[in-house]
């Protein structure tokens, strides 16, 4: 059996997820992808907007979307501090896909006046719910 930490993600509104059964985590850094395990050293990372893997001491894994934010591991505890997060479950994919088509539209198009960067980013954050209802199982 893998030892057990305690994992939270916390966005500005709620305490969205907690436990104290987190084997493992694998998030997407702005350095590239991480994954923490027990007694890992002390690290903050500022987090890109992707889906974050935790599997529990059972086996089990649970995904999320996280849109940006800060991650912190210390003394066994790994908090996750996000500008906004989803579980892979909750995630409406008809909108997510639709969310991802209609920036993929306004980049190809290339209007006049687009905000780039907010395309992009909007881009990104559809297709990390998708890939985190994809790996939750919803179809």
Do not use: W
């Amino acid at each position: 059996m893998a030892t057990p930490f305690t994992f939270e993600i916390v966005t500005p509104d709620k305490m969205l997820f907690a436990t104290e059964e987190a084997a493992y985590v694998g998030f997407k850094a702005l350095s590239g992808n991480l994954g923490l395990e027990a007694k890992h050293l002390p690290i903050i990372a500022t987090m890109d907007i992707a889906p974050l893997k935790v599997r529990f001491t059972d086996g089990s894994e649970k995904c999320f979307a996280v849109c940006g934010g800060f991650l912190e591991m210390k003394d066994n505890k790994c908090t996750v501090l996000a500008t906004k997060a989803e579980p892979g479950e909750a995630i409406d994919r008809a909108r997510a896909q639709a969310s991802k088509e209609r920036a993929e539209h306004r980049l190809a198009a290339k209007q006049e006046g687009l905000d780039v960067q907010r395309a992009s980013l909007s881009l990104k954050r559809a297709l990390a719910r998708l890939k985190a209802s994809e790996y939750s199982g919803k179809n």
